[in-house]
């Protein structure tokens, strides 16, 4: 299998390379763009000391080991964080802090669901994030939902007494996790028409593109505010299909149910920040970064400690260089980000009047599978100068994408909202959600090559966008002016 | 990858050939056998119709749906039996019939465990069959044992109020289930020193070869008729890694743990018993089988729904052939193997007198997965014949192995003690112990196309061994005389 990677990457770098050629003989308007052979060799030794370097994976092990399952807002997120800080220190970072934050706070509880009719059968389930709990242990009779779809137009009082049971298909594999929005629906909105028709708990097959009889989690949306006044419970694939076929065998299905899941009121969180300072520009902040916080099923290996040891990684392996980049490298860990972006609010609003020192953004919150292809969303006249990072990253199987893919990743969704350029190295997502928000979600499922593949990229593409005099700053298009200062 | 599996088929048949060669002319004293054109001609069309029926398939999606997990000894096997009574009517079968015995009955209950230091993280565990209750909650400091063989020599007393945790390795794959036997002696004998020790509990890392976030169940072993007095749990293996990296790190660890298991008693259970009545010698049984009950934990599909399927689905097209072959072929569907043979004994017991009546036995009861090599134990005069049978097998991918195989699956042990004869159609393994006994063991695992091999290969083997006219019970070698009537 190896020899077919290798074939593949220089595949991938072979049309990577006619790629941009192609292109750049379609756009002879736009100047060529020429790195550095200094930068160009600093960032080839990054790349080749990377994919030598298990600095990744020793800290995502350390994350998964030393402090374990982090859901935002316990106390194991807080042992994140204290954690996050001493492992700043250790390394070379220049400064080290912890910008804290209030949120509200919802425990999963302990559940216990069984099929009591056509017999009794334990059922593998979990309350979605935001879950009521029941009140009293519930035995109800299933109202059977082929699909979401099924249930929009359900009726005031039709489901009273009764649990909705939303059924669908399991999730579509893909590369770009694309199959994982409409999949998703059940997931987030079905509570708001099971409780509409009056049940008293609603449960939905996972959202997970696995066979494995475990559940997989996720926040629910809440509306306007108001969260889900049922327990809305996930069961696994195989127990959906189970379901499926005793309703297609007609027979009348009946479902027991206890949840503890219950808000808690508000505590504390925090984002953990490390900084490189530029040697130069050192109001000018690249920031990378990835989750600190996790489910609590498993122990956030690939959702998101991956992301955070990537990103860390890079950063450090940059440190260790001769000189800082021109501008500060940011690493942060954001608090929170599984229960709403909760983190990721509380840094744009804590930076807000400083948004715009922020000239590039990208987050590692996609698994650690091998990074396939690069994106990117800046300033037209910065694109050659991404093109020729693109080129010298396509020597780990990465394609150039396009200028025009809006986002870095979840996190980085509210600084995109203040106007901050993104890029985005995109992993291979195809057997990320067998994984994503499931108790598998742990520190095994990390392929250590591909992991540092992941470390090679951000470490090459973060030092030349820190060191670089390009500006991405996109140009306001209301007032046809730049947004930097 | 069908491509690779077609060239192995072919590679294995002429490896198959090849060797079945270079045998007959290590072995010129054994008179060859030849198969009458009509005999061939009938195990081919059997052959051709089995790999194109779905029939297997469709009776282990009527098991695994319409009656669910079975755990031996419950209500849920009692249903299991009246399935299997009324598939064998509504199928081709002259007789059927339940043989029931009466059992002791143990109940996993529910069991909560978590680490509580370093840190609180649930732990994914199941008691093991056998195991005792936890009179209260306890939580109890751990003491870890890198393998069972660093807790033979343990000191009573040593382990007072201690968990003891013993570790291992994850169990190696291999085709044949090698890495079955010495992966479960933590399981089957660990809880003898941890109780000499003096430990509260036990805790052991799971047999079996996946990295999935469940643990897998299976029995206990006991002790001159005593069982475990403490509880005894398997935790998956990434919880088992996280418990040795934290050991590793020098942490010192605890763990609280409730758990209901317990004895309840004696119950019925029972064997399903369904016959095609041999035309010529209905008195000369060749039975095949598989095991009814499953664990409680997955559906028991590929332990041993398609055990039952296999061989009800290969006897069901030997009886649409338009007459029944010589001898009486008899489909077991054995109660209670699980949970320690029980039905197997029972079936020996109670066919004692007749067991020189049985000329040839074998199960199917090691997953759903393409057989791959034919082993027996017969009478070395009836080798030739059962050599030429194996030729046949050839085109399905199947080398012959050896004809000194004793055994045809865990349910025949008892048969084999009786002196009957026994063949083996042994599946590939090298995925089995990633599902067997786990949550994991349902319908979706198995591939309808691999199930339908089986039933080829088991129709064309006990339609030739019923129909042929031949000795396959061995010689007595106490007396020198043949053990059949």
New interface residues.
Partial sequence: MKSIAIISIALFAYANVFFQESLAEENPEVPAYSLKSSQLETAQGLIDTALESDLAHKIV?SL??????RLGGSE?EK?ARDWGMKLGKKLSFDRVSVEEFTMPYWERG?L?IS?TA?????L?GTALGGSASTREDLDAPVVYFRSVNDILEIEPGSLTGKIAFIDGEIMVKSQTGAGYGPANTRRTVGWQHAERGGAVALVVRSVGSD????PHTGMMRHKEGTWASIPVIAVS??DA??VR??HR?GEKLSISLSSTAEWKGDVSSGNVILDLVGRDKPEEIVLIGGHLDSW?L??GAIDDGAGVAITTAAAELIARLPKRPRRTIRVVMFGAEEVGLLGAKAYAKQHADEAENHVLATESDFGAGTIWKFDSNVNSAANPAIDEIGKLLSQLGIVRGGNDVKGGGPDIIPLVELGVPTVRLNQNGMDYFDLHH???D????IIPEELAQNVAAYAALVYLAAELDVEFRTSDKETGETTSK
């Avoid at 998964?64 to 399952?69: F, H, Q």
């Avoid at 056509?118 to 334990?122: C, R, T």
């Fill in positions: 092990e998964t080991t030393e402090v374990g399952a194991a042992r302990k216990n099929l056509p017999y009794e059968q334990k593998y066979s494995h009889r475990f694939n195989p299909d189970h076929r005793l065998l609590d498993g122990t499931t108790p598998d742990t520190l095994d499922k």
